[in-house]
């Protein structure tokens, strides 16, 4: 029997409902033993229409539309938004609010990696870190809602700036805020760099090369962690990050070696969690006076929206990578088009050679090191008589899809 | 006068079962509770299993389309009966109720129907996740069996030397001669080394952390038990439990096999001895099975059965030899 | 090389090809540092060959994203690069515009030269249905049940027919 077993191929629906997923995607894994010898990804499940959503509202309406693309990438999604209507219709933001939108990209950052350091450690059955770092988290989802006034979903851009100034006592919580992660991150760096379990399950697995890495466009962590520098903070100088002189930093600064394997990914976001705090002191400290938005009245600031023709791009770095909005404007009450490309829709292309060759108790930790946000990559879902479907009728689906394909196996 | 004894000995196994039962799933509540703690939450409620149970009775009994009805229904029950009917034969500080009646190698054979019933029912209800985790609870099985067996045989050898005892795989046997008793120095790290080795059999049994491969929830949706709910789960859930209590008590019976009587003037053979044995077999679960799991994180199979057969029982293998360098020193 | 050493040898790379190039620069920060960004127009039909000339510049362009948009008569794709990245302050960003004429909307893919751009790519052929030549076949995000409805467009094939108003439906969602 075990011989019979080895030779035929099961096909493993991993999604759109698993455990191991935090967001519904479909990777079919074909497996043979243990070992997955071919993927196949389809996306689409939390596909929401956003873009065309966007074109038929006006820019300032669509701040909040882009907002909730993503429960993590709360900041980056609208700071992309706004910082393309701002390069379409050549508005200058003034220099205090692009030294807030930092302070706040970076906070988020800090909130994403410590949520992704906690879901890497479930997925490999080591809840004990999970609840650690998520308690953690909880610190800096305070600061968050203490300055915005909500945990995610902070409405807190607007083209042309910020809603919101931060105070001397707003200021020195951040800085309480800091030293106590300054502990986190002692405790934190100890277990992931010393724990044996951690590495066994994670070194030298879905290694991605830096040649593969450059061919498919991968970006973030995931790209760093196989050696390619490429930070959207270092060399585009966007927001405030022109003067801080971010440098984009790979696990050669951790470790001392590249291997671009799961291990890297993981600690890649952790010390990635040390540069965020460096940043958000340095942004604190060497933030100057003056006003927070280019246009204090909003119907002003539609009027002179309404009168623009021009395109605009911009770039932002993620917590998952490069983010990148397209808008176009054609002296419209709405924007003629918009285009969203998340990080994890560069990022899935790895899925394929992180995959390959790995075993079936490898594949959720191995995708889940690429941080996939898989809800920032599927932005329309066109609710038609087929596609509203419920949570049982996509288990039914998967179950049905899987007997199908097993054949006679088993 | 016989059909006296059959009801009385029927009576006495009832309450022994309701008792273990009871007693498991206390002692799973206990669990969540420490290991929750360690991991600096509040935890659930200490009744937590029974509320659980209650919940999975009340719930429906699905059976997929795709599944062998009849093996899948039967499963549970065999799980269940073999791991609470171990019970019957190990002493808890009294003599068992089917004293004498069965041996170590039946207890040996009881252990490791659980899991084998669990595999056959993962493999009749049809679905792939549960075939997968099979497969890994079957490759686990015969990995720390292995080791268990070296585990027995080393301490019946040992038994079966030193003293007059002809039944050497009676589960009184180590209480009438504890084992410590009869080995020098040498032969005591010997016998230590066979109890780290069985200790670290006890996740594999238990179906802990690390080596909960056949349920790993986030891998394989749960294994083995993905297709079972209802009443059918309720029985799984509560034969996790009682697996983790019987091989503790196990363990208990072998190497920890004094009465509390020795060591505090109390009254022999009243009821304070069993609580002293479920004491000893709480702290053996604590330090083999609870800590353990909120420490490190899970296997692979591949890994868990690498540290099977060649660690632990390379353990277990220098044991039996420190135990038969110690014999041979002395002059047996 | 600089962001804007780097416009200008694109320019000199591109002149002949290209039509409206443009280059365009935001300042940031209170150091004012430039961002750099580069506009383009190519015909339809030399695309790949201006995507292979990007490689004697760079060995890995970075392809970030397609955008797309309906501009009547035809659709409008452009093609997002990041150039020049690694460097510190000197990323450039080169948008690629060509118009497909809504009667022959055909382009080639870039998949071969760059394997990154696939989803983006299957993206644009569901959205908008152009043909793309060479591309695997094969759904990202659509099921396949919604063939010839197109919802990036503006014109009979987009959205209207699956597209429902919450204050038009009742509380079953019909």
Request: aromatic share 8%; with cysteine; net charge neutral.
């Amino acid at each position: 029997m075990a011989n019979e077993k080895s030779k035929e191929k099961v096909c493993i629906p991993i999604g759109p409902v698993h455990p191991a997923l935090k967001e519904p995607i479909q990777i079919e894994v074909e497996i043979q033993g243990e070992r997955v010898v071919g993927t196949n990804i389809t996306l689409g499940h939390v596909h929401r229409g956003i873009e065309w959503i966007g074109t038929r509202r006006n820019p300032i309406q669509t701040i909040y539309i882009a907002e909730r693309i993503c429960g993590i990438c709360n900041i980056c999604h609208p700071l992309a938004f706004c910082q393309a209507i701002e390069n379409a219709a050549n508005i200058r933001v003034p220099e205090r609010a692009e030294y807030l939108r930092t302070i706040y990209a970076e906070l988020e950052r800090i909130h994403s990696h410590l949520l992704f350091l906690g879901v890497a450690a479930h997925e490999i059955g080591f809840d004990s870190i999970l609840h650690y770092t998520w308690l953690a988290r909880e610190k800096v989802l305070d600061v968050i809602e203490m300055l915005t006034g909500n945990r995610i979903t902070k409405g807190i851009l607007m083209i042309g700036g910020v809603r919101r100034d931060i105070s001397k006592e707003q200021a020195s919580k951040i800085r309480e805020m800091l030293s106590y992660y300054e502990k986190v991150y002692k405790k934190l760096s100890k277990i992931f760099l010393d724990d044996i379990t951690i590495k066994m399950r994670t070194r030298d697995i879905g290694v991605v090369s830096k040649k593969d890495a450059l061919r498919l466009c991968l970006v973030g962590p995931t790209a760093r962690a196989s050696g390619i520098k490429k930070d959207t903070r270092q060399d585009f100088p966007y927001a405030a990050y022109g003067d801080l002189n971010v440098r984009a930093l790979t696990p050669l600064d951790i470790v001392g070696e590249i291997r671009g394997d799961s291990y890297d990914r993981t600690i890649m976001r952790l010390i990635e969690i040390k540069q965020s705090m460096e940043l958000i002191e340095r942004c604190l400290k060497e933030m100057p006076e003056g006003p927070i938005l280019y246009e204090q009245s909003l119907q002003r600031l539609l009027l002179n929206l309404k009168s623009v023709s021009g395109e605009g791009v911009a770039l932002v770095e993620a917590p998952r990578g490069e983010l990148i909005h397209y808008i176009r404007m054609e002296k419209n009450d709405f924007p003629s088009a918009w285009k969203v490309r998340a990080p994890t829709y560069a990022n899935l292309h790895a899925v394929g050679v992180i995959l390959n060759n790995c075993e079936l108790a490898d594949v959720p930790i191995a995708v889940a090191s690429i941080d996939p946000c898989i809800s920032c990559t599927n932005r329309a879902v066109i609710a038609s008589e087929k596609i509203v479907l419920s949570q049982e009728k996509l288990h039914e689906l998967c179950v049905e899809k899987t007997r199908a394909m097993k054949g006679d196996s088993l | 006068m016989i059909d006296y004894t059959i009801a009385y000995t029927i009576a006495n196994a009832l309450i022994i079962i309701f008792a273990a039962l009871f007693i498991s799933l206390l002692f799973h509540g206990i669990e969540r509770k420490i290991v929750a703690r360690m991991q600096a939450r509040i935890g659930p409620p200490l009744l937590q299993p029974f509320i659980d149970i209650k919940k999975l009775f009340m719930k429906e009994n699905i059976v997929p389309d795709s599944a062998v009805k009849w093996l899948f229904n039967l499963m549970p029950i065999v799980a269940l009966s073999s791991a609470i009917v171990l019970f019957l034969y190990i002493p808890f500080g009294m003599p068992a109720i089917l004293n004498e009646h069965g041996d170590l190698i039946l207890v040996l054979y009881l252990l490791s129907i659980p899991p084998l019933a669990l595999a056959i029912g993962a493999f009749a209800s049809g679905s792939s996740f549960a075939a997968v985790g099979a497969q890994r609870e079957l490759v686990l099985l015969i990995s720390y069996e292995f080791v268990l067996s070296v585990v027995i045989f080393s301490f019946a050898w040992l038994l079966s030397v030193c003293t007059q005892n002809t039944n050497v795989f009676s589960l009184n046997a180590p209480a009438l001669n504890p084992p410590w008793s009869l080995v020098g120095p040498i032969g005591f790290i010997g016998i230590a080394l066979l109890l780290i080795s069985t200790l670290a059999v006890m996740p594999g049994k238990a179906g802990k952390i690390p080596a909960d491969i056949a349920e790993a929830k986030t891998e394989i949706a749960e294994g083995v038990l993905v297709e079972y709910s209802g009443f059918n789960l309720a029985l799984l859930y509560m034969t996790q439990a009682v697996r983790t209590f019987g091989f503790a008590a196990l363990i208990v019976a072998l190497f920890f096999p004094w009465n509390a009587s020795i060591f505090i003037d109390i009254p022999k053979d009243t009821v304070l001895e069993p609580i002293f044995f479920i004491l000893k077999a709480g702290l053996v679960m604590f330090f083999s099975a609870f800590f353990i799991s909120a420490a490190v994180a899970r296997f692979k199979v591949d890994q868990a059965a690498r540290f099977y057969i060649s660690t632990v029982f390379s353990i277990a293998l220098l044991g039996l030899l420190l135990i038969l360098l110690d014999l041979t020193l002395r002059g047996f | 090389m600089d962001a804007e050493a780097f416009a200008e040898r694109l320019k000199e790379l591109l002149k002949d090809k290209v039509t409206n190039f443009k280059i365009s620069t935001t300042e940031h920060g209170k150091e004012k540092r430039k961002a750099y960004r580069v506009w383009a127009d190519v015909d339809t039909l030399y695309i790949k060959d201006i995507v292979k000339k990007l490689f004697e510049l760079q060995e890995y362009p970075h392809f970030s994203v397609s955008s797309g948009y309906d501009a009547g008569a035809d659709i409008e794709i452009l093609l997002h690069f990041t150039l020049n990245y690694a460097k510190p302050h000197a990323l450039v960003v080169f948008t690629l515009r060509t118009r497909l004429p809504k009667n022959n909307p055909v382009i080639e893919t870039i998949t071969d030269l760059i394997p990154g751009a696939e989803i983006s790519e299957k993206e644009k052929r569901e959205f908008f249905g152009i043909d793309v030549k060479g591309l695997a076949p094969g759904n990202v995000f659509l099921d396949e049940s919604l063939a010839g409805i197109y919802p990036w467009r503006k014109d009979e094939k987009g959205a209207q027919k699956i597209v429902k108003n919450l204050h038009e439906s009742d509380k079953d969602g019909k």
